[in-house]
Nanobody
Framework: QVQLVESGGGLVQAGGSLRLSCAAS????????MGWFRQAPGKEREFVLC????????YYADSVKGRFTISRDNAKNTVYLQMNSLKPEDTAVYYC????????????????????WGQGTQVTVSS
C-alpha cells in the first residue's frame, strides 16, 4: 500500500504561482511513476503531467506546457508540481497518483494505470 497526501493548494490570482507537494508513505516510493491529475466542477478528471520513477522521463498536457513543472525527490518520498502563470481555467481539485512499475523510465497518462490516489487539494485561480 502507498498513502499519498497532497498539500499546497489555495487561492491565487491569475498570473501567480503555487507549488503542490505530494508526500508518499508505505512501499518504496522510488519504484512508482507519479502523476498529477485535476478535476474541475462538472468535468471529468484530466491528466496534467507525470514523471517516471527515475525522474528521467516526464510528459505534460498541452494546456500546461511551459507553465507547470513536475519533479520528485525520492529521498524525501515527495513529488512536486510547480505551477506558474496560473489561469482561471486551472481551477480544479488536483490529485497526485502513483503507478507501480518495474521500468525506471515508464510514464503513464491514463488514470486507469495508477494504483494509488491522494485525497486531492483545491486550487482556485481568480481573474
Amino acid at each position: 500500500q502507498v498513502q499519498l497526501v497532497e498539500s499546497g493548494g489555495g487561492l491565487v490570482q491569475a498570473g501567480g504561482s503555487l507549488r503542490l507537494s505530494c508526500a508518499a508513505s508505505g512501499r518504496t516510493f522510488s519504484r512508482y511513476a507519479m502523476g498529477w491529475f485535476r478535476q474541475a466542477p462538472g468535468k471529468e478528471r484530466e491528466f496534467v503531467l507525470c514523471i517516471s520513477w527515475s525522474g528521467g522521463s516526464t510528459y505534460y498536457a498541452d494546456s500546461v506546457k511551459g507553465r507547470f513543472t513536475i519533479s520528485r525527490d525520492n529521498a524525501k518520498n515527495t513529488v512536486y508540481l510547480q505551477m506558474n502563470s496560473l489561469k482561471p481555467e486551472d481551477t480544479a481539485v488536483y490529485y497526485c497518483a502513483a503507478a507501480s512499475t518495474s521500468y525506471s523510465d515508464s510514464i503513464y497518462l491514463s488514470p486507469t494505470q495508477y494504483n494509488y490516489w491522494g485525497q486531492g487539494t483545491q486550487v482556485t485561480v481568480s481573474s
